[in-house]
């Protein structure tokens, strides 16, 4: 199984951007599929989880300016995040928890490699 996130890039503060995160290989579903950010100098985060059922969490920082959703017959989640802040400067990552393949579930979290997302004042 692999992650394949992109979308990030450079934008001025108050601007919006739609990262993705294409999940491939022999997937029969994914339980959860979530964001995390990690900027300079501080621990990842997370941003956004929805799981299969519809149900989402979000950071307080996030709330009301990043939606997650997700296309099950794509294996894609997606982040869309407007209003952004400086403060949401960092690396995004996707992740695809209990992932179930032919065989059941996977035995491990999967990460994309990161997209980097740049906001200026």
């Known amino acids: 199984v692999q992650l394949q996130a992109s979308g990030g890039g450079s934008v001025q503060a108050g601007d919006s951007l739609r990262l993705s995160c294409a999940a491939s290989g022999r997937i029969f579903s994914i339980n959860a599929m979530a964001w995390y950010r990690q900027a300079p100098g501080k621990q990842r985060e997370l941003v956004a989880s929805?799981?299969?059922?519809?149900?989402?969490n979000y950071a307080d920082s996030v709330k009301g300016r990043f939606t997650i959703s997700r296309d099950d017959f794509k294996n894609t989640v997606y982040l869309q995040m407007n209003s952004l802040k400086p403060e949401d400067t960092a690396v995004y990552y996707c992740n695809a928890n209990r992932v179930a393949g032919p065989s059941g579930y996977y035995g491990m979290d999967y990460w994309g490699k990161g997209t980097l997302v740049t906001v200026s004042s």
């Open positions: 929805l799981t299969i059922g519809g149900r989402t």
